[in-house]
C-alpha cells in the first residue's frame, strides 16, 4: 500500500488524539521512552501516533491513558456523550439496559470507529463494543493488557494477529483470549470490517 494516500477524516482523528497525548506527555515531563516503559507500546509507534502518521486502537489508548493518568475520553473531543438520561434505563447497581434507539458513545481513532454497546453501571467490568475497520492505514504493534477480548466478525474480513502468529477471521468466527497476550487486529480487505468486541476492564 503507498505512503502517499489521500487524507480523511480518520486522519484528522489519528492527529487529534496524537496531538493531545503529545500534549499530556510533556505536561508531565515524560519522554516517549518513559511513556513506553509505562504503557508497552513501542517508542517508535508512540512517536508515529503523536504525529498522526499511526492510529490507536482503543484498548492500546486505554493504556496510554492509564500511563498519563487521564481518561481515554479526554483523547478525543469534548466529552463523551452519556446519551439521554430520560431513556437510559438505569436498574440496579448490577443492571442497565440499553435501547437501540438511545445515543451511543462513539469514538474514531485512525481507520476504527468504536461504539460503546451499554451504559456505564458500577461494578460491571464488561466493555461491549462495536468496532467498524475502514481499509488499509497502518498495522498497529501488537500489544499486551490486562484482562480478556474476544471479537467476533459480524461482515467482512479480519486479520487477527497473536503473539505473531496471522488468523483470518471471516463473518461468524470469532477469537477470544487473556489480553496480556501481545496481539492486534488489520484490515487488509478493500471492503469496511465489522466486529463485536467484548473486553476487560471497562476503558473509561
Do not use: W
Amino acid at each position: 500500500m503507498s505512503e502517499h494516500r489521500s487524507r480523511d477524516a480518520g486522519d484528522d482523528h489519528a492527529e487529534a488524539v496524537g496531538a493531545r497525548m503529545r500534549r499530556f506527555r510533556k505536561e508531565r515531563g515524560m519522554t516517549l521512552r518513559g511513556l513506553s516503559t509505562r504503557s508497552g507500546l513501542s517508542i517508535g509507534f508512540l512517536s508515529q501516533v503523536e504525529r498522526g502518521i499511526s492510529s490507536i486502537g482503543l484498548t492500546a489508548l486505554n493504556g496510554v491513558a492509564a500511563a498519563l493518568d487521564r481518561s481515554v475520553a479526554d483523547f478525543f473531543d469534548g466529552d463523551p456523550p452519556s446519551g439521554d438520561e430520560d431513556k437510559v434505563t438505569r436498574l440496579p447497581f448490577h443492571f442497565t439496559l440499553t435501547r437501540r434507539a438511545e445515543a451511543a458513545t462513539e469514538y474514531v481513532s485512525g481507520q476504527q470507529t468504536y461504539r460503546m454497546l451499554s451504559s456505564r453501571g458500577p461494578h460491571l467490568v464488561l466493555e461491549p463494543l462495536l468496532v467498524r475497520i475502514a481499509p488499509g492505514g497502518r498495522r498497529e504493534d501488537a500489544y499486551g493488557h490486562a484482562g480478556e477480548e474476544f471479537a467476533f466478525v459480524l461482515e467482512g474480513e479480519l486479520l487477527y494477529e497473536v503473539e505473531g502468529v496471522e488468523h483470518r477471521l471471516f463473518p461468524g468466527d470469532s477469537v477470544h483470549l487473556r489480553s496480556t497476550v501481545p496481539h492486534s487486529m488489520y484490515n487488509d480487505t478493500d471492503q469496511v470490517t465489522t466486529v463485536v468486541s467484548v473486553v476487560t476492564p471497562r476503558l473509561y
